[in-house]
């Protein structure tokens, strides 16, 4: 079984709203991961969690708070978002936290998000 | 920095045409070089991922390969269907050293198969 899920699969939501995107995965994978994707753009990397652990955040906004309770689980908080922020946010997982030449990202499906 | 490049940007084909989707990246000393497909609206979907020390991999009617030396990988894709009709994505980590899973993307190159 390969599969990450996300839900939800679409939020709609104001800029003064609070709002949370969850995904797990039960692969036993060790590495998650968060991208945001603009349309006909490629996703760009937000947050990288290894071993429950945040080991890269590409200068998000903090406005966008991430968190790992355990390794099969990965939440996005949102918190006073702008309209461009509106995107489809997607979660990966991968079994070692890329130091095997062999690591694979498997993605999730995503959440639709917009921001009114 | 890595910066990856993807040409075409789209293609249109007949089914049933053998195609080449390109992928160029800046810094060669990457561990391995991943290919994913999105569909619209949806997640990617994992194609092909080729070790640093292959120099190609198949799966069905795929065949990626990869030249570190000249910083390209290729995909090809044998007997178009409609259904391969997607984006495809290929994805290179930062060269050297300990890169945590971080990914930079192309472009992508927009497929349609036409029946």
């Known amino acids: 079984d390969t599969e990450v899920t996300q839900t939800p699969k679409h939020l709609v939501m104001g800029m003064t709203n609070k709002k949370s995107l969850k995904c797990e995965q039960h692969?036993?994978?060790?590495?998650m991961y968060w991208y945001k994707q603009k349309a006909k753009k490629p996703p760009e990397l937000m947050f990288v969690y290894s071993y429950e652990k945040l080991s890269i955040n590409e200068s998000v906004p903090s406005r966008f708070s991430p968190e790992c309770p355990n390794s099969s689980l990965l939440n996005l908080h949102l918190h006073a978002l702008q309209p461009e922020d509106s995107a489809l946010y997607l979660c990966?997982?991968?079994?070692?936290?890329?130091?095997?030449?062999?690591?694979?990202?498997?993605f999730g499906p995503g959440t639709r998000l917009t921001v009114l | 920095k890595q910066e990856v490049t993807q040409i075409p940007a789209a293609l249109s084909v007949p089914e049933g045409e053998n195609l080449v989707l390109n992928c160029s990246f800046t810094d060669s000393a990457i561990y391995n070089l991943q290919w994913f497909r999105q569909d619209p609206g949806k997640g990617l979907t994992s194609l092909l991922l080729?070790?640093?020390?292959?120099r190609e991999q198949t799966s069905g009617r795929l065949n990626a390969s990869l030249d570190k030396s000249s910083g390209r990988s290729t995909l090809y894709i044998a007997a178009s269907q409609p259904g391969d009709s997607a984006t495809y994505l290929c994805a290179a980590p930062p060269g050297g050293g300990t890169s945590y899973g971080k990914l930079t993307f192309g472009q992508g190159t927009i497929l349609t198969v036409h029946p």
């Open positions: 990966a997982s991968s079994q070692a936290p890329g130091r095997k030449s062999t690591d694979t990202q498997y």
């Open positions: 692969m036993g994978h060790r590495a």
């Open positions: 080729i070790q640093s020390s292959q």
